[in-house]
């Protein structure tokens, strides 16, 4: 059941609130508006702290899963919408740690972890993290070629669906390398003040992803509000990829600290599992990899 405006994915999920900047596709965050003028909490920035939010909101993703599990389904959560979950902030440290154990419990949520730090990824993920948990996609922001170095970063750690969010754009990514990614989502920028994508850059994208056989997802053109222009050249493209790795479960064992660099690959995108990780994804005696979840791109009516 679809409770979110955000037309890739089904609910949001917020473990904690608050962020700072760290790029051009910063400048104009939805989020920082919405933390620090409608909520006014002073949450943003270098020297501001973090804040965890209520046990109803963390009640929530159960509540979800009991949902899907009871109709047999896969739902799709993002995580975070209103900060990074990979930003090294002493605040978050045990939530995140919190945050790994309520994914485990939750087979039929497939978790979308979005960050702007793919640097720090391979420091917090979990230590039974092996080639990746069945429920958990790891995605990265490259709104422009000047951070284009965050896929590279991406493409080295192993996950069952690795993608980029290609929003807001900023300009063309024609040298960006697709090598290991599963997904990207093209999204102009909304908003008051809201920088013009130039259509091509899309079309262009969408383009190379059907060549290099990389699922590609429409979200919006550029517009003063969100959600305008959801179709490109008349056609609505809302794909979504199948897990890279359909073997996978999602380990059972009570979570150690995280860490340790797990899923490493190698230059070209495959996993490259050593003695440590071997089998730390498996799927045990009752675990069962989630299904996919399917869709297809729409001509418009």
């Known amino acids: 059941m679809k409770e979110t405006g955000i037309s890739w994915t089904h609910h949001t999920f917020n473990p904690?609130?608050?962020c700072q900047k760290v790029s051009q596709g910063c400048k104009h965050c939805y989020a920082e508006k919405m933390v620090t003028g409608?909520?006014?909490k002073p949450l943003w920035?270098?020297?501001?702290?973090?804040?965890?939010?209520?046990?109803?909101?963390?009640?929530?993703?159960?509540?979800w899963?009991?949902?899907?599990?009871?109709?047999?389904?896969?739902?799709?959560?993002?995580?975070?919408?209103?900060?990074?979950?990979?930003?090294?902030?002493?605040?978050?440290?045990?939530?995140?740690?919190?945050?790994?154990?309520?994914?485990?419990?939750?087979?039929?949520?497939?978790?979308?972890?979005?960050?702007?730090?793919?640097?720090?990824?391979?420091?917090?993920?979990?230590?039974d993290w092996g080639l990746g948990w069945a429920n958990i996609w790891l995605g990265t922001?490259?709104?422009?070629?000047?951070?284009?170095?965050?896929?590279?970063?991406?493409?080295?750690?192993?996950?069952?669906?690795?993608?980029?969010?290609?929003?807001?754009?900023?300009?063309?990514?024609h040298t960006l390398d697709l090598k290991g990614i599963?997904?990207?989502?093209?999204?102009?920028?909304?908003?008051?003040?809201?920088?013009?994508?130039?259509?091509?850059?899309a079309r262009d994208m969408r383009d190379r992803c059907a060549r290099e056989?990389?699922?590609?997802?429409?979200?919006?053109s550029s517009a003063f509000r969100p959600g305008q222009g959801e179709t490109l050249d008349g056609v609505l493209h809302h794909d979504f990829p199948a897990p890279r790795f359909v073997q996978l479960g999602i380990p059972k064992p009570a979570l150690a600290k995280?860490?340790?660099g797990a899923g490493t690959v190698d230059g070209d995108g495959a996993a490259a599992a050593d003695a440590e990780t071997v089998g730390a994804g498996a799927v045990d005696g009752d675990g069962v990899a989630p299904p996919t979840d399917p869709s297809r791109s729409h001509a418009a009516a």
């Open 16 to 18: 904690w609130m608050g």
């Open 38 to 40: 409608r909520m006014g």
């Open 45 to 63: 920035g270098p020297n501001s702290r973090r804040q965890v939010t209520s046990e109803a909101t963390w009640k929530n993703v159960e509540k």
């Open 65 to 127: 899963q009991r949902d899907a599990a009871k109709r047999g389904v896969v739902e799709r959560v993002f995580c975070a919408s209103l900060a990074d979950f990979f930003e090294d902030h002493p605040d978050v440290v045990d939530a995140r740690l919190k945050a790994w154990e309520l994914f485990r419990r939750c087979p039929n949520l497939h978790f979308q972890l979005l960050t702007k730090r793919p640097q720090n990824i391979r420091r917090f993920l979990p230590r």
């Open 141 to 173: 922001s490259v709104e422009s070629v000047e951070v284009a170095h965050r896929a590279d970063i991406l493409r080295q750690i192993s996950a069952t669906v690795k993608f980029i969010s290609y929003e807001p754009a900023l300009g063309p990514l």
């Open 182 to 201: 599963d997904w990207v989502i093209f999204g102009g920028e909304s908003g008051p003040g809201y920088r013009a994508a130039d259509p091509q850059w």
């Open 213 to 220: 056989r990389v699922t590609f997802f429409h979200k919006q």
């Open 258 to 260: 995280a860490g340790g």
